[in-house]
């Protein structure tokens, strides 16, 4: 056999045997922990729902499992955090799409990828969305919302931050409607000056509202489905007051780091049979959220596509996307 290709062939066995070990050694560092990092306050609903799934997935994992709080700038303090950690901490970022692909825009920094800076390992439930009025105000139905925005001057609305999935629908529903009105960033819940009716409405999910509906301190004008929801009773849909183009259907996602991408399968496992526990069902159940316990490759596809609508928002909403 000539040198040349016994040489050749000698390099390629020796590269290929480096990456193998190099992927062996990725795939065998044991995560000493579990972190789940929410962008958002204590007691809102990704904060709520990371304390449903962390200990069920911790014991999976057998590992000690922690929540961490990291609210503001929309999302980049908590998506930093995650992307800055060891892998060895399990770090994980439980939040909206908005808290990774577009939170670094408010600084003038690079979009983050989901694809790339991050692993989307599981989607974590399906969410529908609620406009609420302050029972302080006025407004009976959108329609009244409407013109008194228009009678009485610019409305307040308050959202988690600059770019986040409620400021972009809510912008995008103003504009469909003529509702008048400003947007107002909040670090912590907006939901005291909501009810204190300093915020005069707001666009949020629906189990974010819920209790403040039926304790009648907000007022549900409109959900954003297709259908009445069955548990707001004689609420309309958005599709029926006329504007089907105003329907959106969100929900969060668990986001590993790359560096975590050998472990994403595991994630994945671990984060379905937590979902699936009866227990956690019960809770979701009381909570009128819908769990969505799937693989990874649909919550791929569920990223892409959500991606896909959010880029067309803020190019409705600021001209531009990413």
């Not at 974010?208 to 609420?235: F, H, Q």
Request: proline letters at 7%.
């Amino acid at each position: 056999m000539h040198p040349l290709v016994d040489r050749r062939r000698f390099l390629a066995a020796a590269v290929a045997a480096f990456g193998t070990h190099s992927l062996f050694a990725q795939t065998a560092r044991e995560l000493k922990s579990l972190q789940i990092v929410v962008p958002t306050p204590p007691g809102t609903q990704p904060d709520v729902i990371a304390r449903w799934l962390i200990d069920p997935m911790a014991r999976r994992a057998g590992v000690p499992g922690s929540v961490q709080n990291r609210p503001g700038a929309a999302g980049a303090i908590a998506a930093d955090a995650v992307l800055a950690a060891s892998p060895e901490t399990g770090s994980l970022l439980l939040g909206g799409l908005d808290h990774v692909a577009y939170s670094h825009l408010n600084s003038n920094r690079r979009a983050l990828d989901p694809f790339v800076d991050f692993v989307p390992v599981g989607a974590v439930n399906r969410d529908t969305w609620l406009l609420a009025a302050s029972s302080e105000v006025p407004a009976r139905d959108v329609a009244s919302l409407v013109e008194w925005s228009r009678r009485e001057g610019p409305l307040s609305y308050g959202s988690a931050g600059e770019g986040s999935t409620a400021h972009l629908l809510t912008a995008r529903l103003c504009q469909a409607l003529g509702i008048q009105a400003q947007h107002v960033p909040y670090k912590e819940s907006y939901l005291p000056d909501l009810i204190a009716g300093r915020l005069q409405f707001v666009l949020a999910p629906t189990p974010a509202l819920l209790g403040a509906v039926k304790g009648e301190r907000v007022r549900a004008l409109a959900s954003l489905t297709d259908d009445r929801l069955a548990v707001l009773g004689g609420v309309p849909s958005i599709r029926e007051l006329g504007w089907p183009d105003q329907v959106f259907y969100g929900g969060l996602f668990l986001f590993a780091p790359a560096t975590l991408s050998a472990h994403a399968t595991k994630l994945n496992a671990w984060l379905t049979h937590a979902m699936r526990d009866p227990e956690i069902e019960a809770r979701y159940r009381d909570a009128g959220i819908e769990p969505t316990p799937v693989a990874l490759e649909a919550t791929r596809t569920m990223v892409a596509e959500r991606l896909r609508t959010v880029d067309a928002m803020r190019v409705a909403v600021f001209g531009r996307t990413r």
